[in-house]
């Protein structure tokens, strides 16, 4: 008998602790990785001042894309039930191309990266003529077969308008910054070595790119990429060098991702051959989506982040519901 009846006190003090969770999961604790990435669901909650860890409603295209930026379309999605899912964009391009294929709910708001507070703060002091470099670096779903005989071709390519500038400093992904012959390779090369470590559960990673970009006077990069249009968003002269990337030397679990990186030829005036060693920070502007940019204020309610958004899902029924569902 007092055995049972510690365990009935054992189980309503699991209930009482688990309470929180049990009525607020669906609001609150982000748990979906992609708004995670690059430390933007912090950017956003300094931007907005909002003390509650909030989730977003919606996700948030975490990388510069040429087609939807959604990742479930550029998969090639056919759950029908994702395409009433609400997504964050980064400019109208994304947003028609979704729209045209389907996704009902999506709406524009800029990228992440315009959301940071006063982010000349964490600039350094320029090297005059320095060029930092950023080659196509792999991730979860691709990467390149021989990344050593890969980064060994952009060496051999780097090395040819090395001349022009005072230094030069490689940031490499953080699988490539764990391969030590890669890293080994351009230090002996006088090429210092950077990397922004990974893009999860790194709430500094975007501040870091901001410490790192400010100190040079140039950006590259092999392929058109979040890391170029961050540059030019900082007014840094900018351009694309290189021949990293084709199909043969990639591997690949979705068809869709080669064809999706091979797109330099957007813009021209950014290649090597024809740069004119100025900034063009107004496309950035564009693919950045400055225009959408949000206020604090405005931010919170499309992301549902007021006590409104509590209230719904406090009724008394979805309350003893829940309870009822933890006990089973």
Known sequence: MKSAFKSFLSNKKKVVYQLPEILFKDIFWEENEDNMYYGHYDIFKKYTGCLLP?????EVQHGWAPHSGITSLDLNSNDSSLKNNRYYVFN??????????GYKNVLPIGSPFIYILNPKQYFSSKIFKSLIVFPTH????????????????YLVELKKIANFFSNISVSLGWAEYKNSNI???????????????HRTNNPSFLIKFIKEVSKHD?????????????????????FLYGNIIN??????KHKSVSSNILSNNLYPQLLWDSFDHESHHYIAEEEL??????????????FGWNRSSIKKFLPFQKILKKLENNKS
Not at 54 to 58: A, L, T, V, Y
């Open 247 to 252: 199909k043969k030397n990639l591997w690949s």
């Open 289 to 302: 989506g400055s225009k959408y940019k949000k206020t604090p204020k405005e931010l919170c309610q499309i």
């Open 54 to 58: 909030f989730k977003i409603n919606g």
């Open 92 to 101: 109208e391009r994304n947003r028609d191309i979704s729209l045209k294929a």
């Open 138 to 153: 792999s991730h979860e779903w691709s990467g390149f077969k021989d990344p050593f005989k890969a980064y060994k071709k």
């Open 183 to 197: 890293v080994k390779m351009f230090k002996e090369n006088n090429m210092s070595v950077v990397c922004m470590g």
């Open 218 to 238: 140039y950006v590259s990069s092999d392929a058109l990429s979040t890391a170029i249009f961050y540059s030019l968003y900082m007014k840094k002269k900018t």
